[in-house]
């Protein structure tokens, strides 16, 4: 499809494990970001890449936090020694950086035990 | 303060119901702004852009007043269809990161 892609769909750790998300974005696109999304709560920025550079990273709520992109494409959001409160949808999202409008992927959903 | 404040809701409305939301921003230097849809367990899409003069598509129409910082969205006729959570968006000048609200919740009965 040509969509954004992000995998695993879902994923069960245990806490003190590392994780790494995965998202592909749409052909050509050149930013993308990384949001997540507890349960009824609004979407938290994480951090945005424009091609592999990422010029703001803000969002990451820990130095556990750490996401990298390669090739202008494929990126891997990283959190190592997961907690409970870690806990919740990643969702990425890609855009052409002319329209301002943003694809979503269908998130991945963490569950740190 | 949140950057960008929206009521939670939800909103229970009668099928072709007008229904209007408001979203609220903090920061003044913000320049883009839009609303987006989510529905239940799936990811947000873009529902439309907001512009100066305000905008209309079909039968959603968004304003946006500067002056005092909030933008609205407006549904007409609402549709069982229309069901879901509206986030309102926000982008500060000089930056490219993306401000979500919490979202309103809309609920079109039948």
Same mark, same amino acid.
């Given at each position: ?8 769909? &879902?994923?069960?750790?245990? =806490? *003190?494990? !590392? ?6 974005? +749409?052909?050509?696109?050149?930013? /993308? ?13 994480? +951090?945005?890449?424009? *091609? ?8 990451? @709520? ?8 390669? *090739? *202008?494409?494929?990126?891997? /959001?990283? +959190? ?5 409160? !870690? ?8 855009? !052409? ?5 943003? %694809? ?10 | ?14 099928? #072709?119901?007008?229904?209007?939301? &408001? ?9 883009? %702004? ?7 367990? =799936?990811? @947000? =899409? ?7 003069? #305000? &905008?209309?598509?079909?039968? %959603? ?32 000048? #000089?930056?490219?990161?993306? +401000? %979500? #609200?919490?979202?309103?919740?809309? =609920?079109?009965?039948?």
């Amino acid at each position: 499809g040509a969509g954004v892609s992000q995998s695993p769909s &879902n994923k069960v750790t245990e =806490k *003190g494990k !590392d994780v790494e998300l995965r998202c592909d974005p +749409i052909s050509g696109h050149t930013a /993308l970001y990384w949001y997540r999304q507890s349960l009824g709560q609004g979407l938290e920025f994480l +951090i945005y890449f424009q *091609g592999n550079s990422a010029p703001d990273k803000s969002g990451l @709520p820990s130095d556990r936090f750490s996401a990298e992109r390669t *090739g *202008g494409s494929v990126s891997t /959001l990283t +959190i190592q020694r997961t907690q409970q409160e !870690d806990s919740a949808v990643y969702l990425c999202a890609s855009g !052409d950086g002319g329209s301002e409008k943003l %694809f979503f992927g269908s998130g991945t959903q963490l569950s740190v035990l | 303060r949140k950057e960008v404040e929206q009521d939670p809701g939800p909103f229970n409305v009668p099928e #072709g119901a007008t229904v209007a939301f &408001n979203c609220t921003y903090s920061n003044s230097a913000s320049q883009s %702004f839009f609303w987006y849809r989510q529905d239940c367990r =799936k990811e @947000p =899409k873009l529902l439309m852009s907001v512009y100066s003069s #305000g &905008n209309e598509d079909g039968r %959603f129409t968004a304003q946006l007043n500067r002056a005092s910082q909030y933008i609205s969205l407006l549904i007409r006729d609402s549709k069982l269809s229309d069901s879901a959570t509206y986030l309102c968006v926000v982008r500060t000048s #000089g930056t490219y990161k993306y +401000i %979500f #609200g919490t979202g309103t919740r809309l =609920k079109v009965l039948a």
